[in-house]
């Protein structure tokens, strides 16, 4: 089983911060997920990356994949509360449609 | 908008009782999975379904079955629920196969196991 081992487990902020996500393995995989899960319901889809280097951005939330595609990071500038949730990437070989799910890092963002 | 839906948000069981967890999804999906979330391991994969009665382990299916007789529905089964179960069990559908697609989740069921 691949393992995805994400740093920190648990981060609590103040607003305005910026914070860095981290989700790191010793396999290199075909695509990555970034999904987000408020307290009580499923996780939530946020990013895939698929090359290897790519960057994207969905608002103040900056994606990387690494270059080995062993890697990714979440960037979040100037964080706000409604932040606060678990991240969690996930990764595919691409041979199937399974995911290996990191460990989760609990992001709490306060006033 | 898409969605999926189970039938439980909490359950709670006696050691040795069968349980089952029932999962639908109204977006014509191809793929379903069951995963058990635990704080610190994150999501881990019990079973999936690419097809109707078809199934696949995942990384943890001892002490679990399932069921898939309509595309719609994917069910997962405790034969003989024991304390180490107890946890938060989620439920995903996704169009293709293919590691890139989204995964669509339900709002899970958090079963206890007394």
């Known amino acids: 089983t691949q393992l995805l081992e994400q740093s920190p487990q648990f981060l609590s902020i103040q607003e305005g911060e910026n914070l860095t996500v981290y989700c790191n393995s010793s396999?290199?995989?075909?695509?990555l997920q970034w999904y987000r899960q408020e307290p009580g319901e499923g996780p939530v889809l946020l990013v895939t990356v698929v090359t290897g280097g790519e960057v994207k951005k969905l608002k103040r939330l900056t994606f990387q994949f690494g270059d080995a595609r062993k890697d990714s990071s979440l960037h979040i500038t100037a964080a706000q509360p409604g932040d606060t949730g678990l991240y969690l990437c996930?990764?595919?070989?691409?041979?199937?449609?399974?995911?290996?799910f990191g460990t989760g890092t609990r992001l709490q963002v306060t006033l | 908008d898409v969605k999926v839906t189970q039938s439980s948000r909490y359950l709670v069981k006696r050691t040795g009782e069968k349980v089952f967890l029932e999962c639908v999804q109204d977006?014509?999906?191809?793929?379903m999975f069951w995963y058990r979330q635990d704080p610190g391991l994150g999501l881990r994969l019990i079973y999936f379904?690419?097809?109707?009665?078809?199934?696949e382990k995942g990384d943890i299916p001892e002490g679990y079955s399932v069921s898939r007789e309509k595309k719609e529905r994917f069910s997962l089964i405790l034969e003989s629920a024991s304390t180490n179960q107890t946890s938060m069990y989620l439920c995903?559908?996704?169009?293709?196969?293919?590691?890139?697609?989204?995964?669509?989740f339900g709002p899970g069921t958090r079963l206890t196991v007394l």
């Open positions: 379904s690419y097809d109707v009665k078809m199934k």
């Open positions: 995903a559908s996704s169009l293709t196969a293919g590691g890139a697609d989204t995964q669509y």
């Open positions: 396999s290199v995989f075909s695509s």
């Open positions: 977006m014509d999906h191809e793929n």
């Open positions: 996930a990764a595919s070989t691409g041979t199937a449609s399974k995911l290996t």
